[in-house]
């Protein structure tokens, strides 16, 4: 099955600014969300995005596809310290299963 | 908050020895997932039921693993016998079946460790 990419795979950021993750993936896609695992933690849904969309604003984070490039793009603006976690791009195929990237794991300092 | 829950958190055992892990889906979900998580292979899907019937376990050893779904409010994974590559957090999922476009709920998982 296919898989998310997230790039970078680790970021290290000081409090107050911007992250962004990108994801690619291979196959067409009927949407494609955003998940964030705090160490010892699940998987905590962030956002979704349909394929039919271009762009999607949740709070601080802004979501981008481009599936014409089979890619996504995940910002989180102002960064806190509580925002250290792993992030992950995951595509929905149909049938609600999902496919996940590896995560991208983000340090914010404090 | 409704909440997926895991038992048990943690489990500590040698290999050989059978481990069963289970999930209570959020009340009103009918699709369960179960996830397998390792620092080399990221997240992989295991099992997928829904409405209690199991859809897809081609992610699962057959030989060893298996997922049940005794009644919509618990799902089991076991692992007969297990092996020390079975390590791993075991993530169970819900969400519900809405058409499609619907986020997964996660809980906290099972850390499984198989000496």
């Known amino acids: 099955s296919q898989q998310g990419e997230e790039d970078p795979q680790a970021l290290s950021i000081q409090e107050g600014e911007n992250a962004t993750m990108n994801c690619s993936y291979k196959?067409?896609?009927?949407?494609l969300q955003w998940y964030r695992q705090n160490s010892g933690r699940g998987l905590v849904h962030l956002i979704l995005?349909?394929?039919?969309?271009r762009e999607k604003h949740s709070g601080r984070l802004r979501v981008t596809l481009d599936t014409s490039k089979k890619s996504s793009s995940l910002l989180i603006t102002a960064s806190r310290a509580a925002d250290t976690a792993s992030y992950f791009c995951?595509?929905?195929?149909?049938?609600?299963?999902?496919?996940f990237g590896k995560g991208n794991q983000v340090v914010v300092i404090p | 908050d409704a909440r997926v829950t895991q038992t048990p958190r943690h489990k500590v055992t040698e290999m050989g020895q059978e481990v069963t892990m289970r999930c209570q889906p959020i009340?009103?979900?009918?699709?369960v997932f179960w996830y397998r998580q390792t620092m080399m292979q990221g997240l992989e899907l295991l099992a997928y039921?829904?409405?209690?019937?199991?859809?897809?376990d081609s992610g699962m050893p057959k030989d060893r693993f298996s997922a049940e779904m005794p009644d919509a409010t618990l799902a089991t994974l076991k692992i007969q016998p297990s092996e020390p590559r079975d390590s791993a957090v075991y993530f169970c999922?819900?969400?519900?079946?809405?058409?499609?476009?619907?986020?997964?709920?996660f809980g906290d998982g099972t850390r499984l460790s198989i000496l």
């Open positions: 995951a595509t929905d195929e149909g049938n609600n299963r999902l496919a």
């Open positions: 999922a819900s969400g519900p079946d809405r058409g499609g476009n619907q986020p997964q709920h």
């Open positions: 039921f829904r409405n209690r019937a199991p859809l897809d």
């Open positions: 196959t067409s896609i009927n949407n």
């Open positions: 009340l009103g979900h009918n699709t």
């Open positions: 995005i349909r394929s039919n969309e």
